[in-house]
T-cell receptor, first 111, second 114 residues
Framework: GQNIDQPTEMTATEGAIVQINCTYQ??????LFWYQQHAGEAPTFLSY????GLEEKGRFSSFLSRSKGYSYLLLKELQMKDSASYLC????????????FGAGTRLAVHP | SQTIHQWPATLVQPVGSPLSLECTVE??????LYWYRQAAGRGLQLLFY??????ISSEVPQNLSASRPQDRQFILSSKKLLLSDSGFYLC?????????????FGSGTRLTVV
């Protein structure tokens, strides 16, 4: 079976740093994606990790530990526009990019 | 560059009516194609995915079906809609055989069954 856990909601202050955790148990694994989704819109790609370690991309970084079934998304210098849902999505296929999404974490950034 | 088109943007349908949602991709060949559904306040649920023409994998038993009549066309259908079919439907594509190279989502169809 597939199980993906993320916190339901988080709040943070503009300019701060926030870490969104994701743990997963899947029948197959070929990397993990993070997506951002604003209310009423389609998700947009943020990052992809296939090897253990940290991938940095501007204000956003993503970490993966395959042995622990754990990933996190780190957002620095938070801006109001970062208020959105963040979706953790392991690729559970052998390269077919069969993404299974968690329920997502709703982040609210306050002034 | 690759683009994905999905229509209509919104749809209100009565219970028991048929459904047809269409998705097309441009600028790539032999993509993997996907249909996801998102219930209000929930995560995305994978409904179907396709790795080629006529090849459809269904992820969950449901009242829906999918077809891929052409390389870059993916259709989601139902013969009789249920109230529980309401939700935000998203089509997506990825590079065939390109692990980690997931493409983009369409803009989505918000379906309300009344």
């Amino acid at each position: 079976g597939q199980n993906i856990d993320q916190p339901t909601e988080m709040t943070a202050t503009e300019g701060a740093i926030v870490q969104i955790n994701c743990t997963y148990q899947t029948s197959g694994f070929n990397g993990l994606f993070w997506y951002q989704q604003h209310a009423g819109e389609a998700p947009t790609f943020l990052s992809y990790n296939v090897l253990d370690g940290l991938e940095e991309k501007g204000r956003f970084s993503s970490f993966l530990s395959r042995s622990k079934g754990y990933s996190y998304l780190l957002l620095k210098e938070l801006q109001m526009k970062d208020s959105a849902s963040y979706l953790c999505a392991p690729d559970t296929s052998g390269g077919y990019n069969k993404l299974i999404f968690g329920a997502g974490t709703r982040l609210a950034v306050h002034p | 560059s690759q683009t994905i088109h999905q229509w209509p943007a919104t749809l209100v349908q009565p219970v028991g009516s048929p459904l047809s949602l269409e998705c097309t991709v441009e600028g790539t060949s032999n993509p993997n194609l996907y249909w996801y559904r998102q219930a209000a306040g929930r995560g995305l649920q994978l409904l179907f995915y396709s790795v080629g023409i006529g090849q459809i994998s269904s992820e969950v038993p449901q009242n829906l079906s999918a077809s891929r009549p052409q390389d870059r066309q993916f259709i989601l259908s139902s013969k009789k809609l249920l109230l529980s079919d309401s939700g935000f439907y998203l089509c997506a594509w990825s590079v065939h055989g390109g692990a980690g190279v997931f493409g983009t989502f369409g803009s989505g169809t918000r379906l309300t069954v009344v």
